[in-house]
C-alpha cells in the first residue's frame, strides 16, 4: 500500500505514531444494556445511566474506594445541568471522590475518543489508570425554550417591581412557547443524519437487499452473542433489563424486506433505507477500565487488549464532496499507514453500524479503485473487508445506538473478542473500529490482544 504522491484531496500525510514505549491495557468494560427510546429507561437520566454503567464496572473489579487516575465520559445530549456530570457519576459512585473526571464530547465518536484520550495520558505516563465511558437519552433529550422566550426571561430576572415584572411577561406570544426540542438534522444542511444517509447510499449503489442483509446479520449475530454467554461480564442488568431491548432474535430477511422507507423517499427506487437497516434512538451508557500493564497487575486484575493508536479524519460534507457519514474512510488508511498494515493484519473489524448504507458505503469505498487513487492516494483500492470478521458479536443496529455510549460498548467487546483470539500466525490478534460521528467526522483505532 502506497501513501506517496497523495493529491490535496486524499488523506494527510501520516504522522509518526505513539512515541512511548509505556502502553495502555484494557482491563475490561461494563455497560448496561441499551434500551429503545422510550421504553425501560424512560425515567432515567443521563446520570443515572453513567452512575449505573459505572458503578457495574467498580464492582466488576473491585474498585470501591480506590483514586482512579482520570475518569472521562461525555453525552451528546445534555441538559444545561449537567455541565460536568461525569464528575458527578464519579461522586454519585463508590470510586474514591478524589477521582478527577471531566465531560468530553465528540458526537457518536464519543465513547471512542474518552478512550483514545485516556490511554494517550496512560502511554505519556501522566496517569497509570483510567476510565472512559460515554452515555445518551433520546428519552431525556433536552428541551430548551424558544429564543423569544429565554430573552423575556433574563428580562424578568432582572426587573425590580412587580409593574416592570408584569410588561415583561405581557410580551410573551403562543409562538414563544414552542419548545426547542434537540433532532439528528446536521446544523449546516438542515438534513437529518439518515437524509444524508440516504444521498451517501445511493451514490455508492448500496442494494435494499444487501442492507437488509446487514442488519438481519446484526441481530443474528448479537444474538448469538447473548446466548454463548460473551455478554456475562460486559453487561449489568439494569431498570429491569438484562438484553439490549432493540434486539429482535426473531427477524427475517422476509420481515425486513416489508418495512417501509423512512429516509430519502424523494430518491424514488433509490429510497431503501427502512427502520430496520437504520439504528433506532437509543438510551444507554457503558464503561471502560484502562490502565498501565503494572497497574493492572497490582491490582490483580485482567488485560485485555492493548491500545496501538487512533486517527481522526472530517470531511467536507456541507459542499456535498464526501457524504456526512464518511470520514472514516479517510482516517482508516492513514492509521493502517502508519502501522505497516493492510486488512489482511487485521482479525476483527468493529464498523459502527449508524446505518446498514454507512457500513456498506463505507466498504464500497475502501474497494473502489478509482477512489482508492484519487481520493487515498493510494496504487489502488484500499482493499476489502473479509465478512467474515465483520461485526461479528452484532452491533448498533441489533444493539441500538445510544450515541456517546456506542464506543465504550464496542472497545469493551473488542477487547474480550482479542483476549479470546489470542496470538493469530504468532502475533496479537488485531482489530479495528470504525466510527463515524454527527458534523463529518470519524475516529478509528486499533487494538491488540495484550
Ligand atoms: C450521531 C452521530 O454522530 C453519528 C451516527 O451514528 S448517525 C445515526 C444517528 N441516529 C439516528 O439518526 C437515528 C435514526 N433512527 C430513527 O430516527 C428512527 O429509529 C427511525 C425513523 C429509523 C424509525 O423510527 P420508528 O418509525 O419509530 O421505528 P419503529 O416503530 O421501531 O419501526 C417501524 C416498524 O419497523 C419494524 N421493525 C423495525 N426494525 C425491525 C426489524 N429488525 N425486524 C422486523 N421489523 C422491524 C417495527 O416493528 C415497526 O413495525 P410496526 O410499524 O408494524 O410496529
Redesign the pocket.
Known amino acids: 500500500m502506497a501513501t506517496a504522491d497523495v493529491t490535496t484531496d486524499g488523506p494527510l500525510e501520516p504522522t509518526t505514531g505513539p512515541q512511548s514505549t509505556r502502553s495502555a491495557v484494557i482491563v475490561g468494560g461494563n455497560r448496561i444494556p441499551f434500551a429503545r427510546t422510550g421504553g425501560a429507561y424512560v425515567k432515567s437520566s443521563n446520570q443515572d445511566m453513567l452512575t449505573a454503567a459505572l458503578e457495574g464496572l467498580v464492582a466488576r473489579f473491585g474498585l470501591q474506594d480506590q483514586r482512579i487516575g482520570e475518569v472521562a465520559a461525555g453525552a451528546?445530549l445534555k441538559h444545561s445541568r449537567d455541565f460536568n456530570l461525569t464528575r458527578e457519576a464519579v461522586l454519585g459512585s463508590a470510586l474514591s471522590p478524589e477521582t478527577p473526571a471531566y465531560d468530553l464530547q465528540q458526537?457518536?465518536a464519543t465513547g471512542l475518543e474518552t478512550v483514545l484520550g485516556l490511554s494517550n495520558k496512560i502511554k505519556l505516563g501522566q496517569i497509570d489508570s483510567g476510565i472512559a465511558g460515554g452515555v445518551d437519552s433520546a428519552s431525556d433529550a433536552p428541551i430548551a425554550v424558544s429564543e423569544g422566550l429565554r430573552e423575556i426571561l433574563l428580562d424578568l430576572n432582572r426587573a425590580k417591581t412587580t409593574v416592570q415584572k408584569l410588561k415583561i411577561i405581557g410580551r410573551i406570544r403562543p409562538k414563544d412557547l414552542a419548545p426547542d426540542a434537540p433532532n439528528?438534522g446536521e446544523p449546516r444542511t438542515g438534513l437529518?443524519?439518515?437524509e444524508h444517509q440516504a444521498l451517501t447510499t445511493a451514490q455508492w449503489k448500496i442494494s435494499r437487499e444487501a442492507q437488509d442483509e446487514l442488519?438481519f446479520n446484526s441481530?443474528r449475530n448479537l444474538a448469538a452473542a447473548y446466548e454463548r454467554g460473551f455478554f456475562d461480564d460486559l453487561i449489568t442488568p439494569y431498570r429491569g433489563l438484562n438484553r439490549d431491548s432493540n434486539l429482535?432474535a426473531d427477524?427475517t430477511l422476509e420481515?425486513?424486506a416489508t418495512?417501509k422507507p423512512?429516509f430519502g423517499k424523494n430518491l424514488g427506487s433509490e429510497a431503501t433505507m427502512t427502520?430496520?437497516n437504520?439504528?433506532?434512538?437509543t438510551d444507554g451508557a457503558s464503561t471502560v477500565l484502562l490502565a498501565t500493564g503494572e497497574w493492572a497487575d497490582a491490582h490483580g486484575l485482567p488485560k485485555l487488549a492493548t491500545v496501538l493508536d487512533g486517527e481522526a479524519a472530517a470531511v467536507d460534507f456541507v459542499h456535498g464532496k464526501d457524504g456526512l457519514?464518511m470520514a472514516p474512510v479517510f482516517a482508516v488508511p492513514r492509521l493502517l499507514a502508519r502501522h505497516g498494515l493492510t486488512f489482511e493484519d487485521i482479525d476483527f473489524f468493529e464498523i459502527?453500524e449508524?446505518f446498514a448504507g454507512t457500513v456498506l458505503s463505507t466498504l464500497a469505498a475502501w474497494e473502489d479503485e478509482e477512489f482508492g487513487r484519487t481520493r487515498l492516494g493510494l496504487d489502488g483500492p484500499l482493499g476489502k473487508v473479509d465478512r467474515a470478521k465483520l461485526n461479528v458479536n452484532g452491533s448498533s443496529l441489533a444493539a441500538g445506538?445510544p450515541?456517546a455510549a456506542t464506543g465504550g460498548r464496542i472497545v469493551a467487546s473488542l477487547a474480550k473478542m482479542l483476549h479470546e483470539k489470542g496470538t493469530v500466525n504468532g502475533r496479537p490478534a488485531r482489530g479495528l473500529i470504525s466510527v463515524?460521528?454527527?458534523g463529518g467526522q470519524g475516529v478509528v483505532a486499533i487494538l491488540e490482544a495484550a
Open positions: 451528546v458526537a457518536c439528528t437529518s443524519m439518515g442488519a441481530h429482535r427477524t420481515k425486513l418495512l423512512v427502520a430496520g437504520s439504528t433506532p434512538l457519514l459502527h449508524a445506538h450515541f463515524c460521528a454527527a
